[in-house]
């Protein structure tokens, strides 16, 4: 079934943290984004329907600034109307033009996403498995994230996290002081036993040097992986990171398009990759990724950007529409004060 675009509009928002979350890229306080509504046009006897997207760029991450976000927005506001779509390839075929940037196409693409899903009667997640298996889970395992924060901070909040259920923690690291990261992990750790997964995020805080040496010295915690321990530019560092000790590594920063994701398996320079559909323009664009990855043999995670409920929504749509056996970084939700 078709439909057509009647408007386009949009609202910005900002989301507070609980408490200043710490990244090796910087300390931050609140998310700030847009909320996109598109209507279609209904035709005789028909309702309306109401599609919502959500684009919040985080700048520094591969993204546009806010400002570039709203300008895309309202280019979409004068270019889209009067558009019909009967499918996913009418999508990627409108929106090829805001590939620079992303956090824009992301809601724009979601909201029409969700009005094709209305139209057609099925999930998002329905549509997009149907280019793979056909099978949509309904429950997808998901980690917690704990920031680059005391080694005793961090063991209270691991604690609390397994007490909630959660069977994986992400553990900020990649400062300027290791011997704080190693004792952050340390902790956590001796909290948490060893039935409980532990991966590492050291967001291209050290040089391949420092990620060699450091890695070596966590082995013995039995890190699921580490993710991004380098410049996401350093592909070479990456695939020398790699092969020089046990622990597998994860493409984040690196992978922000379907080029990029290319290169990445082009140079061996990764194990996982890390999709985030905000960062990469949408899920469509994601579930394009993952289909490549799994074909060059590389696992695959999905995780949020830290987004408020519509855009997670979106990315746990994908991860179960997606054959995933390693936890997601979907519960995040939690770290914001209004979600």
């Keep these: 079934m078709t439909f057509t675009v009647q408007s386009i509009q949009y609202q910005p928002y900002q989301l507070a943290f609980r408490e200043p979350f710490q990244t090796a890229a910087g300390i931050l306080l609140n998310r700030k984004g847009f909320i996109i509504k598109i209507r279609d046009r209904p035709s005789d006897h028909q309702v309306q329907h109401i599609g919502l997207g959500e684009s919040a760029p985080l700048y520094g991450f591969g993204m546009e600034s806010l400002l570039e976000t709203e300008q895309a927005l309202k280019e979409a506001q004068r270019s889209l109307i009067n558009a019909e779509i009967q499918n996913l390839k009418d999508i990627e075929n409108l929106l090829a033009k805001y590939d620079s940037t992303p956090a824009a196409k992301h809601g724009i693409e979601l909201a029409l996403l969700n009005l094709l899903a209305q139209v057609q009667g099925i999930s998002i997640s329905q549509l997009l498995a149907n280019s793979f298996s056909g099978i949509v889970r309904d429950q997808v395992t998901v980690n917690a994230v704990i920031g680059a924060t005391e080694p005793e ?71 699921e992986y580490v993710e991004q321990p380098v410049a996401a530019s350093n592909l070479v560092g990456m695939g020398e990171v790699r092969r020089s000790q046990s622990i597998p590594v994860a493409a984040d920063e690196s992978v922000n398009n379907l080029a990029q994701l290319l290169q990445v398996i082009k140079a061996q320079a990764a194990d996982i990759i890390i999709l985030k559909p905000m960062a990469l323009g949408g899920i469509i664009t994601a579930n394009h990724a993952a289909a490549i990855a799994f074909q060059a043999g590389l696992d695959v995670v ?3 950007t830290i987004d408020g409920v519509i855009a997670r929504q979106a990315a746990f749509d994908l991860a179960a529409a997606l054959p995933i056996k390693r ?13």
Excluded at 194 to 221: H, M, T, Y
């Design 327 to 339: 936890a997601c970084g979907l519960a995040t939700g939690h770290l914001l004060i209004e979600s």
């Design 153 to 223: 901070i961090a063991a209270t909040k691991a604690r609390e996290y397994i007490e909630q259920g959660y069977p994986c923690l992400k553990i900020k690291v990649g400062t300027q002081n290791f011997e704080m990261d190693l004792r952050r992990v340390e902790a956590v750790r001796s909290q948490i036993g060893n039935n409980i997964q532990i991966r590492i995020d050291a967001n291209q805080g050290w040089s391949v040097e420092e990620a060699i040496a450091n890695l070596k010295k966590l082995e013995f915690l039995e890190i």
């Design 302 to 304: 999905v995780t949020t």
